[in-house]
């Protein structure tokens, strides 16, 4: 058994930068969209997908500074095999250990030619755009941003929306070619790109999806451990029980697999310090990277709606000079205090989550043996257009508190349905039941109008068949629903099904 590789988000980053809703960007200048598409049928195989040959208008598919292909290595002749050509076959023979001695390349591209389809940005001057980068970088050593997660900001409304993006995808680097996305930082940094890795991994973002990235923050393993442990640890409600291999103890050999367990937590409200976190947000050995982003938008949901109930926000300056060394992002101190304010402007029904996974995108092998996730373009900007659009639940549910009860003898119950309710756009309270023993949940309304289908809207996001309804109407009231949930509640759910 192999040890899990170091993939983690910016958690306490993101709690921050949420507050950073003030100023308005000013308008970079936008790239074209373009989705590297995949046959409807994509297989393992290369064979089905037939990209077009490079044009004059597209980007120019350059090698990594040590020669450019030529225009018959780029267009092909008649007899020449089908075969996309890779840019190692195009470019010189280079020993990146004598160029680079400390750190090593990441992989070159392969040629595959593509006719770039252009659409006009999906983001205006109405949103921030975050992009929060978790990776492993050490001195000395290669490394990927293997978490990547967008957060697009409407200031004014108190929403954002999260997309998180599998480390595999497959899609256009500008002055790269094609390769996984998690190769765009550290080919940045090493190639002298404008703007070094953040430069090009937002451009990256900007080309292939159309969203504007106004800011990065990127954090790694050392400095996520403590922002968690600063923070006085995070209670995670985890609806569905997760197991995974983890250290018997941190301080254990990695390398030594009899130091490695299968480990479980949930389903239930589990409190973390930074080394159990950092452990839910990566993991990935008995599940996927998909189920990972969706962990780690557990812990982001966590950690920003636990900055919004205590006063984390005014300890910004001495948080800042705590982490400015583990924390790498162009904003600074100045930028944080000036705009922290607006942090009022969220709730814990604030975040939409979403995640690029199936049917999004198709598995597919690249000519070069690779691995990778092929964008399937309907579905991706279907998705991509929700996600960048204010939401028109979140405007409708706005002004809708639900107070949850645990009636049930299951601990954490009423936390887990609470967070399940904020998916869905729903602002929750907490309060203790009568008793324990409900058979079935209860919904009582305390709303004027008594509206059926909004009621059905709130026991359909928690997936029950039914509710005793108790009609209480309170026009004073200080929640418009209160939910006491009964045996007849299952707590685990998939959040990627849930209405936003």
Request: charged content about 15%; hydrophobic content about 40%; proline content about 9%.
């Amino acid at each position: 058994m192999k040890s899990p590789k170091p993939y983690f988000v910016l958690f306490f980053v993101f709690a921050i930068l949420l507050s950073a809703c003030g100023a308005k960007p000013e308008v970079a200048a936008s790239l074209p969209f373009i989705l590297i598409t995949s046959a409807p049928n994509a297989s393992p195989t290369p064979t089905p997908f037939q990209p077009a040959l490079y044009t004059p208008t597209q980007p120019s598919l350059l090698s990594y500074g040590v020669g450019t292909p030529t225009p018959e290595q780029i267009l092909p002749t008649e007899t020449a095999s089908p075969t996309p050509i890779s840019l190692v076959e195009a470019t010189a023979t280079v020993d990146f250990n004598q160029l680079f001695p400390t750190v090593a390349a990441p992989p070159v591209a392969e040629f595959v030619g593509v006719a770039p389809t252009s659409l006009p940005p999906l983001t205006d001057n109405e949103t921030i755009n975050f992009l929060l980068i978790g990776s492993d970088k050490r001195p000395g050593a290669s490394y990927r941003t293997d978490t990547l997660v967008i957060a697009i900001v409407w200031p004014k409304e108190g929403q954002v929306s999260l997309i998180s993006i599998p480390r595999d995808l497959w899609l256009y680097i500008p002055t790269v070619g094609m390769q996984r996305i998690n190769t765009a930082y550290q080919s940045g940094e090493i190639y002298g790109y404008a703007g070094g890795g953040p430069g090009l991994l937002k451009d990256t973002i900007t080309y292939n999806f159309g969203i504007r990235i106004d800011h990065t923050a990127m954090v790694e393993f050392d400095g996520f451990r403590r922002i968690v442990d600063t923070l006085g640890g995070v209670e995670v409600p985890i609806s569905c029980a997760y197991t995974d291999w983890r250290l018997i103890d941190p301080s254990y050999d990695p390398e030594n697999e009899n130091n490695w367990w299968l480990y479980t937590v949930g389903p239930g409200q589990v409190h973390m310090d930074g080394d159990l976190a950092l452990w839910y947000a990566r993991s990935r050995s008995k599940s996927s990277d998909f189920d990972r982003g969706r962990r780690q938008q557990e812990v982001i949901r966590t950690l920003f709606t636990k900055a919004l109930q205590t006063d984390t926000f005014s300890k910004i300056p001495q948080l800042y000079n705590d982490f400015s060394s583990t924390i790498i992002t162009d904003l600074g101190l100045g930028d944080l205090l000036f705009m922290s304010p607006y942090a009022v402007n969220f709730t814990n029904a604030n975040i939409r989550g979403y995640y690029i996974r199936p049917p999004l995108v198709s598995e597919w092998t690249t000519p070069g043996g690779a691995a990778v996730l092929l964008p399937n373009e309907a579905e991706l900007s279907q998705m991509l257009i929700e996600a960048t659009t204010l939401s028109t639940y979140a405007i409708e549910r706005k002004v809708i508190t639900v107070d949850v009860q645990n009636g049930a003898p299951f601990d954490t119950w009423d936390a887990l349905a609470a967070s399940r309710l904020n998916y869905a756009g729903y602002k929750t309270t907490i309060s203790t039941a009568d008793r324990r023993d409900y058979a079935a949940s209860v919904i009582v309304d305390f709303t004027p109008g008594q509206d059926a289908n909004q009621r059905q809207a709130i026991i359909s996001s928690l997936n029950l068949y039914s509710a005793n309804i108790i009609s209480l109407p309170e026009a004073n009231s200080p929640v418009q629903y209160r939910v006491i949930l009964g045996y007849d509640y299952e707590p685990c759910f998939q959040p990627q099904d849930l209405s936003h």
